[in-house]
C-alpha cells in the first residue's frame, strides 16, 4: 500500500497542499506589514538623498507627514523627479551582479551637481558587492558633478584610490562586477536628466 | 508510577519523554558532533554573514527553529511518507519553514532582513537541515527530533556567534553595531569583514576546537 504508486502521488499532492496553504497564509498575514514596510523604506531613501533633515527613529507615521509636506512629485516625460527646495531626485534601478539594484540619484538645482546617491533594494553580496549601500561608498558621490572635464555626462567608478576628476568615485574591491553595473545604471539616468533638464538650459 | 511520555506522539518515548536520550542528543548537536566545528556541514552560510554579530545571531536562530520544526515534522510524517520521495518531500517541509522565517523576518525586522540579502531563503539548500532529517528525523520520534534539531541548530548558532563577534570587534572594533575599541587608537582589519577573513576566523575555531577535543580517529590510533 505505502510502496503504490497511487499512495506516493496522493501524499506528495496532500503534502504540496498543505504547505501550499501553509504559506499563503502567512503570506496574507504578513502583507500589510511588509508592504508597509518597503513603502516607508522608499520614502525614507527619498528624504534621506534629497537631504530632508529627520530623525532615523521616526514612525513610519510622522516618515509619512514630514514626506508629504517636504517632497513634491512630477513627471517630466517618462522621468518621475521628487523635488525638494529646487533639488530633485530621480529613481534608477536595474540589474546588479546578484539581482536587482534600485536606488535614487540626487541633484542640486544646479542639476549638474550631485547631492546624494542611494541605493534602497539590492541583494549582493554582503561585505563587498553589498558595500554599495554602506555610507563611506554613498558619500564619495556628494559635490561630484555628472559631468567629465571633457563635457561629456556620465560619471565613473574608478579602481580603489584612483579617483581624481570631479566626475570620478573609488570603486569597490572585490566588487568589481557589482561597480560596473551600478556605474552604467547611473548614468542612464544620468543621461535621462541631462535630456529633461540639462540641454534645454544651454 | 506516573509516565506521560507514552500519551505523547510517537509513543517510543520512554521516562523523561525521551528514552533519556534527550541530554545526549542536545550535547551531540552543539558539541560532540557539531554541525560546522566537527561535521563541517553548512560552512557556506557560515562564512557570508559572520561579517557582524548581530547577522549572526539572527542567522543562529532562523537554523534553530528551521531545523527543530522540520525535523519535527518529517518525523511525524516519518512513517506515512514513502521513501521514494522522502527526499523531495522533506526539501518541500525545510522550504515551507524558511520561507515562513523569511516572511516573518520582512514584516517585523525589516532591516536584519535587508542586510541578511539571500542568505535566509538560502537555509533551504543548508546541508545541515537536510543532513538532520535525513539522518535523524526519519529514524527516531517527533520530540527527540525536535530536540535534535535545536541542538543542531544551537551548535550552528554558537559557531556563527563566536565568529561573528571576533569578525566585527578586530574588522571594525564594534560589538554589535556600538564601537567598543575607539576609532582613535584602533583601525579596523578590513581583511577580517571580507570573505578571507571569514576563512581565517573558521579555521582558528575548528583548530581550537579540536585542540580542546581531538577528533575520534586520532584517539583510536
Avoid at chain 1, 88 to 114: M, N, Q, Y
Avoid at chain 2, 12 to 34: E, F, H, I, S, V
Avoid at chain 2, 76 to 99: C, D, G, H, Q, S
Wanted: aromatic fraction near 8%.
Amino acid at each position: 500500500m505505502k510502496g503504490s504508486s497511487i499512495y506516493t502521488i496522493v501524499y506528495s499532492a496532500v503534502l504540496g497542499i498543505v504547505c501550499a496553504l501553509l504559506l499563503t497564509g502567512v503570506s496574507t498575514l504578513t502583507e500589510p506589514y511588509r508592504k508597509a514596510n518597503a513603502a516607508a523604506e522608499k520614502m525614507r531613501n527619498i528624504l534621506h538623498v534629497l537631504g530632508v533633515p529627520f530623525s532615523a527613529k521616526e514612525s513610519a507615521e510622522e516618515l509619512i507627514r514630514i514626506y508629504e509636506k517636504s517632497i513634491s512629485e512630477e513627471q517630466y516625460g517618462a522621468l518621475r523627479v521628487y523635488v525638494y527646495d529646487g533639488a530633485i531626485a530621480v529613481p534608477f534601478s536595474d540589474l546588479g551582479r546578484c539581482g536587482l539594484i534600485k536606488g535614487f540619484l540626487a541633484l542640486e538645482s544646479d542639476k549638474r551637481t550631485i547631492r546624494g546617491v542611494t541605493f534602497y533594494e539590492q541583494e549582493e553580496t554582503p561585505g563587498l558587492g553589498g558595500e554599495i549601500g554602506a555610507k563611506w561608498f554613498t558619500d564619495q558621490f556628494k559635490a561630484k558633478t555628472i559631468f567629465g572635464p571633457d563635457g561629456q555626462p556620465g560619471i565613473r567608478i574608478v579602481r580603489g584610490g584612483g579617483a581624481s576628476e570631479t566626475n570620478e568615485v573609488d570603486g569597490i574591491t572585490g566588487a568589481t562586477m557589482t561597480c560596473n553595473k551600478v556605474q552604467a545604471m547611473l548614468n542612464g539616468a544620468i543621461e535621462e536628466i541631462v535630456e529633461e533638464f540639462t540641454e534645454n538650459v544651454q | 508510577m506516573f509516565n506521560s511520555a507514552t500519551t505523547l506522539p510517537g509513543g517510543a518515548c520512554g521516562p523523561g519523554l525521551c528514552g533519556g536520550r534527550c541530554k545526549q542528543t542536545l550535547k551531540d548537536g552543539m558539541w560532540a558532533n557539531n554541525p560546522i566545528s566537527i561535521q563541517i556541514l553548512g560552512i557556506c552560510s557560515a562564512l557570508a554573514v559572520t561579517n557582524k554579530l548581530e547577522n549572526s545571531l539572527v542567522m543562529g536562530a532562523a537554523l534553530i527553529f528551521v531545523c527543530a520544526m522540520s525535523n519535527l515534522l518529517v518525523s511525524l510524517l516519518r512513517n506515512a511518507t514513502p521513501r521514494r520521495v522522502r527526499m523531495i518531500a522533506e526539501v518541500a517541509m525545510i522550504a515551507t519553514f524558511v520561507i515562513i522565517f523569511d516572511q516573518f523576518l520582512k514584516a517585523y525586522y525589516w532591516d536584519m532582513s535587508r542586510s541578511l540579502g539571500p542568505y535566509v531563503p538560502l537555509i533551504i539548500t543548508n546541508c545541515i537541515v537536510l543532513g538532520r532529517a535525513e539522518a535523524f528525523a526519519l529514524q527516531n520520534p517527533p520530540i527527540l527530533s525536535i530536540v535534535d534539531g535545536a541542538a543542531n541548530g544551537l551548535g550552528y548558532a554558537a559557531v556563527l556567534a563566536i565568529i561573528g563577534f571576533f569578525r566585527e570587534l578586530i574588522g571594525s572594533g564594534e560589538v554589535l553595531g556600538r564601537t567598543v575599541l575607539a576609532d582613535n587608537w584602533y583601525t579596523g582589519n578590513q581583511v577580517m569583514i571580507m570573505a578571507p577573513g571569514a576563512f581565517l576566523a573558521l579555521g582558528f575555531l575548528i583548530a581550537f576546537a579540536n585542540f580542546i577535543k581531538p577528533p575520534q580517529t586520532e584517539k583510536t590510533k
